[in-house]
C-alpha cells in the first residue's frame, strides 16, 4: 500500500511571503463563463488584477515551446496570471523541493523522472499532463540493428541510468518479451558522444531524448534508424511532459491552479494551430535549433494530448504499475492509490 512520506525539509525557513500574499488575495473571477478548449468546458478568467506567479522550466526542452507560446501571447495574462519563467536544470529531487518548499510555485517535467522522487512524499500536486512524445529509441544498422527484437544480447547507449528514456525503453523492451536487466546491457555516455560510441562498435543502439536523438538520426545519412518512441504502440496517447504545482498553493487557492492550467492546454491547442508561428517564438529562447528543425519535431509530437481529471489520474496510475514491474517504485506501492495521491483535479 502506498503510504505518502512528510514532505523534504525546506531549502530555506524563510518563506516567499510577498508572492503568498498575492496568491491568497487572488480574485475569485477565475470562476466566470464557461470556454470549450480541447475538449474540455472551463471558466474563462476575467480577474481585475494579474496574479504572481513562478513557473520553473528548462527553456531547450523543444517540446515545451507551448509555454514560450503562452507567455509571448498573453494566454497567461488573459487567465488572470502574471508568470515569470525560471530556467532551470537543476536535478529532478531538487526540482521538486523547490515546489514544495515554495521556491517557485509550479514546475514543468518528465513523468518518467517525477514517479519515484514523488514517492517519496514531495508536496507536489500533478494537475495535467501536455503532450506525447520527445523520447527516442534508434538502432544502429551497421550493428545489424533494425527491430527491437534485435536488441537482445546488445548494448544501448544512454545519457544517464536514470534518463526518462532509460526507464522508458527498460519498460518497452520488457513488454516485448527483452529482459531490461539481464538481455540488455545500458552504457552511459556524454549526449554528444553517442553516435561516436555507436561508430566505434561500443554500442549498438541509442536511447535519449529528443532533439539529440533525433539529430543523430538525421545527421546520420542513414546509418540509424528509428526503432520506438513513447507514443508508439500502447502509449500513443500517453503524456510525457507533466505539470506540478505547489500542494499548499493548490489546496489555498484552486483557481489559480486551475487558471495555470488551462493557460497550458489552450497554448498547447495553439500551438498545434500554429506551427509556424510557434517555432518563431521559440527561437527566441533557443540556440541549438532551427526553425526547420522545430517544425519536424513538432510533427514527431503529440500536441493535442494534454489529460486533466480522471484520464490524467488513469495514465499516472499506468505508469506507476509499470513502474513498479520494473522494480523503480516499490513493491508494496498501490499504483491506483499513489495515482490518486500524487494528482488533483483543478478544472
Known amino acids: 500500500m502506498f503510504h505518502a512520506k512528510k514532505s523534504p525539509p525546506p531549502i530555506s525557513d524563510a518563506p516567499d511571503r510577498t508572492r503568498r500574499a498575492l496568491l491568497a488575495a487572488a480574485p475569485a473571477a477565475l470562476a ?11 471558466a474563462q478568467a476575467a480577474p481585475r488584477k494579474l496574479t504572481p506567479l513562478s513557473f520553473a522550466w528548462n527553456q531547450t526542452s523543444f517540446c515545451l515551446t507551448p509555454i514560450a507560446v503562452a507567455k509571448e501571447t498573453g494566454i497567461f495574462e488573459k487567465n488572470g496570471l502574471d508568470v515569470s519563467l525560471i530556467n532551470y536544470a537543476g536535478s529532478t529531487d531538487q526540482l521538486l523541493e523547490s515546489i514544495a518548499t515554495g521556491k517557485s510555485d509550479a514546475a514543468v517535467g518528465m513523468i518518467f523522472r517525477w514517479l519515484k522522487p514523488l514517492e517519496a512524499g514531495f508536496d507536489v500536486k500533478v494537475v495535467a499532463g501536455l503532450h ?3 523520447v527516442r529509441l534508434i538502432g544502429y544498422k551497421p ?23 532509460t526507464h522508458f525503453f527498460s519498460v518497452y523492451l520488457k ?3 527483452i529482459d531490461p536487466e539481464k538481455e540488455v546491457t545500458w552504457r552511459v555516455y556524454q549526449r554528444d558522444l553517442l553516435g561516436l560510441a555507436a561508430e566505434k562498435g561500443e554500442i549498438h543502439a541509442i536511447a535519449d531524448n529528443d532533439p539529440m536523438a ?9 546509418q540509424f534508424v528509428e526503432l520506438a518512441t513513447n507514443i508508439h504502440g500502447e502509449y ?7 505539470v506540478g504545482i505547489n500542494g499548499n498553493l493548490v489546496r489555498t487557492n484552486k483557481p489559480v491552479a486551475a487558471a495555470l492550467t488551462r493557460s497550458l492546454v489552450e497554448a498547447y491547442d495553439w500551438t498545434a494551430r500554429n506551427i509556424e508561428e510557434s517555432a518563431k517564438i521559440f527561437l527566441k529562447y533557443t540556440t541549438n535549433m532551427t526553425l526547420a528543425e522545430l517544425k519536424e519535431l ?4 503529440n500536441l493535442h494530448h494534454h489529460p486533466i481529471g480522471t484520464d490524467l489520474r488513469d495514465e499516472l496510475a499506468d505508469y506507476a504499475r509499470d513502474f513498479k514491474q520494473l522494480g523503480v517504485l516499490k513493491a508494496s506501492t498501490d499504483p491506483v492509490k499513489y495515482a490518486d495521491h500524487i494528482f488533483v483535479k483543478v478544472l
Not at 544480447?153 to 534518463?163: E, R, Y
Not at 533525433?214 to 542513414?222: H, T, Y
Not at 513538432?298 to 509530437?301: C, E, G, M, N, V
Open 132 to 134: 506525447g512524445g520527445c
Open 32 to 42: 466566470a463563463p464557461l470556454l470549450g478548449v480541447g475538449g474540455y468546458a472551463w
Open 298 to 301: 513538432y510533427a514527431t509530437l
Open 175 to 177: 513488454k516485448r518479451g
Open 236 to 242: 500513443h496517447d500517453k503524456s510525457c511532459c507533466v
Open 143 to 165: 550493428a545489424s540493428i533494425a527491430r527491437i527484437e534485435d536488441l537482445r544480447g546488445k548494448t544501448i547507449g544512454v545519457p544517464d541510468l536514470g534518463a526518462p528514456a
Open 214 to 222: 533525433f539529430k543523430i538520426e538525421r545527421d546520420s545519412k542513414g
